[in-house]
Nanobody, 124 residues
Framework: QVQLVESGGGLVQTGGSLRLSCAAS??????????MGWFRQAPGKEREFVAR???????YYADSVKGRFTISRDNAKNTVYLQMNSLKPEDTAVYYC????????????????WGQGTQVTVSS
């Protein structure tokens, strides 16, 4: 069984920063073999892609966060991070991390494992 546990969410003012973490575990889960993604879901909206980092550590971002968010991974700690800077009210959402064996996956259906999410609220 694979577990993904997000942390680091909270309330921040416009222009502020937060760093989200996602710790992965599982008896048969080899973290370094997975592409890891971050998604978010605002109230009344569909879950949307934010960023991903592949097994080879190549990264890809949604246009809405490019230049403000940075995804990284630490394979020794089985953890993926999302550094969020210059936050805007429209970044308010529940943020989820997810894992997939598909190297360049960005869509929700491609991801096999999901965390429970962490709330990020950006006040104006």
């Amino acid at each position: 069984q694979v577990q993904l546990v997000e942390s680091g969410g909270g309330l921040v003012q416009t222009g502020g920063s937060l760093r989200l973490s996602c710790a992965a575990s599982g008896r048969t889960f080899t973290f370094s073999r997975y592409t890891m993604g971050w998604f978010r879901q605002a109230p009344g909206k569909e879950r949307e892609f934010v960023a991903r980092i592949s097994r080879s550590s190549s990264t890809y971002y949604a246009d809405s966060v490019k230049g403000r968010f940075t995804i990284s991974r630490d394979n020794a700690k089985n953890t993926v991070y999302l550094q969020m800077n210059s936050l805007k009210p429209e970044d308010t959402a529940v943020y989820y991390c997810a894992a997939t064996t598909t190297e360049t996956a960005w869509g929700v259906p491609w991801y096999n494992y999901w965390g429970q999410g962490t709330q990020v609220t950006v006040s104006s």
